[in-house]
């Protein structure tokens, strides 16, 4: 097989290009603020039963995980960022895991892009 149908062959997956879309999501949500970041979660919720049993499921969930961690220690930062005195704490927390949270997004789409499954935990 060349080369290029082998490529043409890597995108013809509905399910692994939806996977790619909400990793763009993901990516643009950093941007944009969370909103991309939301319609990707929408998505995968929406099609997680489209994958099921698949090696996209895996990164499904990857995606919802990162999601939801990523979400929570920011409502932890943003809760100690009004007490005025942790600030400082609340802006450690928010740099460690925005790292963390391009961490995901990049090893998850590295990995998508290889064909290969991802361990959720």
């Given at each position: ?90 802006w450690i927390i928010w740099l ?26």
């Amino acid at each position: 097989m060349s080369q290029e149908n082998q490529t043409v062959n890597n995108f013809q997956d509905p399910n692994k290009n939806i996977a790619l879309i909400v990793y763009g999501l993901q990516i643009l949500g950093i941007l944009t603020g969370g909103i991309a970041w939301i319609i990707g979660i929408v998505i995968n919720y929406v099609k997680k039963d489209d994958v099921a049993g698949t090696w996209i499921e895996s990164h499904f969930e990857w995606q919802i995980r990162t999601f939801w961690i990523g979400l929570f220690w920011l409502v932890i930062s943003l809760i100690l960022f009004v007490t005025v005195v942790l600030i400082p704490v609340a802006w450690i927390i928010w740099l460690v895991a925005g790292i963390w949270v391009i961490y995901r997004i990049v090893k998850g789409l590295l990995d998508l892009l290889d064909n290969k499954a991802l361990l959720s935990k």
